[in-house]
């Protein structure tokens, strides 16, 4: 069996259980549940990419006025010790020390803002459940949520997260709070009618979805996605993938800082003629 892509919101129940090979009474069993785990992974979100702590770090120096600055600590330094040399007291020290203060405590800055944008995968992985209740075989099992496969039969009741993207095969007064994807503040009353093919994810109510908590009744449902391959999955791949794209304003700070560290270079160099 390969792993299925369904619009399971637009087609009926017995198809939804034919194309994941389940039964909808009792579930798979234990041993093709081992064989599917093996297949498609465990249930979980995992790192695609990212970046270390370390290369954020280093990071915040990658700009031409950081490189800039860098220079002036240099020429600073070369000065002083010349004064030195000189028998003079030298203030390019100081200068030196003050300039390299101020483009530390700026990296700290912005690796502090750029460290809790790239920990965003561990607050989604925070947020995801540690138990699974299933129907393996017929009876009803409490297993680590990891080892949920395609195919599985979830038992759902009042306060349980939900263990991965499932189709409702039955739905008691069911309420699911979906914030985490959809935002919207109030919890969706969840039933099992089929929905258009292109209806939006958060008016899809025959599904329940990975990370989103029941907070009212009770349900059964069959499990058609796991891991990345779930809407909180997808979410987690593009906080990776996605590159930050500078804003206009951003854009237009390095242009003219570029435009700036020239001049100034520009000046250095016209004065430093001038003395010689």
């Not at 909808?24 to 702590?53: D, F, M, P, W």
């Not at 220079?71 to 070369?78: D, L």
């Not at 809407?231 to 003219?256: C, L, T, Y």
Request: glycine share 8%; aromatic share 10%; net charge negative.
């Amino acid at each position: 069996m390969e792993y299925k892509e369904l619009n399971a919101h637009s087609i009926e129940l017995e198809k939804v259980a034919e194309e994941m090979d389940t039964s909808i009474e009792n579930g798979i069993a234990e041993k093709e549940a081992q064989k599917r785990l093996e297949k498609y992974g465990t249930n979980e979100l995992q790192e695609t990419g990212g970046v270390s702590a370390w290369q954020i770090f280093i990071g915040q120096f990658k700009d031409f006025l950081i490189y800039l600055l860098f220079f002036a600590i240099g020429i600073s330094v070369i000065v002083g010790f010349y004064e030195l040399s000189r028998g003079n007291e030298p203030s390019e020290f100081i200068d030196a020390l003050v300039i390299f203060i101020i483009l530390v405590v700026n990296a700290i800055l912005g690796f502090y803002q750029e460290y809790k944008a790239e920990r965003a995968l561990e607050s989604l992985k925070e947020m995801a459940p540690h138990y699974a209740k299933v129907i393996r075989g017929g009876q009803v099992k409490k297993i680590d949520v990891k080892n949920v496969v395609p195919g599985d039969l979830l038992k759902l009741d009042e306060g349980d997260k939900v263990a991965a993207d499932a189709r409702l095969i039955k739905a008691y007064s069911l309420y699911a709070d979906e914030a985490i994807l959809t935002g919207e503040s109030q919890p969706v009353k969840k039933d099992l009618k089929l929905y258009d093919e292109k209806t939006i994810l958060a008016e899809r109510k025959n599904i329940v979805y990975s990370n989103t908590v029941i907070t009212r009744g009770n349900g059964l449902a069959i499990v058609v996605r796991t891991g990345m391959k779930t809407e909180i999955g997808k979410i987690a791949e593009k906080i990776q993938e996605e590159e930050q794209e500078k804003s206009p304003f951003h854009k237009e700070i390095d242009r003219f800082g570029k435009l700036l560290g020239i001049l100034i270079l520009i000046i250095c160099f016209i004065v430093f003629l001038v003395e010689f």
